[in-house]
């Protein structure tokens, strides 16, 4: 831990090479981030208080403290825990919508209720997180239950590797959904780190962030 550091982002391990490269191409020295397993998207009860043990941990260290999470699927119990602990987050429901924008995902959503997203992360893990981690590849009937409702599958790219592109299309092919490609870059997710932490900025130095517990 940097001492001299003045916030700590505490991150989902979904997002959290994204979380890094914002504040490496930012030189921002003076922040460090913490990521939290990305797998507690599969059980989205146990995220705030996860979040808030480490707001506690780390509280002393920092003059302040952000949450790189969104709502994701807490139903409002993740921010109950930040006004306790007088914490901000970023803004939306899940990391599609500050991905994509909120106006845009608002837009997409409502074209097509039955779209099924993947950002680069879910991408990477497809096979991990869905396939396996829903028990498709031991249950294969299971294919139809989860996805029999959705038309398309929209992958949001922020990153995307050369191979990407035919990746997202596999993906689509597997679950049986029209492919859409969206370059999103990194979205709101780079407004919202740097609105965050502007109040404690000093001067850009060269140097490097501080992963702490980065686990992807």
């Known amino acids: 831990m940097t001492a001299a550091a003045s916030t700590l982002v505490i991150a989902c391990g979904a997002i959290a090479r994204e979380v890094i490269a914002v504040t490496r191409a930012n030189r921002w020295s003076h922040v460090d981030v913490t990521c939290l397993p990305a797998e507690l998207h599969n059980r989205p009860e146990k995220i705030p208080a996860a979040v808030q ?3 506690r941990k780390y509280r002393a ?7 790189a999470y969104a709502d994701c699927g807490t139903g409002g ?17 899940h990391c ?3 991905y994509a924008g909120s106006a845009a995902f608002a837009d997409m959503a409502e074209q097509e209720l039955g779209t099924f997203y993947l950002t680069d992360f879910l991408l990477r893990h497809f096979d991990r997180l869905v396939i396996r981690g829903l028990g498709i590849d031991r249950h294969p009937q299971l294919l139809q239950e989860y996805f029999g409702h959705y038309r398309k599958l929209v992958y949001l790219a922020q990153a995307p590797q050369p191979d990407a592109y035919a990746q997202a299309q596999a993906a ?20 919202s780190l740097a609105q965050a932490q502007t109040a404690f900025s000093p001067p850009p130095l060269a140097g490097h962030t501080q992963v702490i517990q980065w686990q992807n």
């Open 53 to 55: 043990d480490k707001i």
């Open 172 to 191: 689509a092919d597997r679950l049986g959904l029209v492919c859409e490609i969206k370059v999103t870059g990194y979205g709101e997710l780079a407004s």
């Open 61 to 67: 260290d920092y003059d302040q403290v952000f949450v």
């Open 77 to 93: 119990l993740l921010d109950k825990v930040l006004r306790e602990e007088g914490v901000e987050r970023i803004a939306g429901a």
């Open 96 to 98: 599609y919508e500050f």
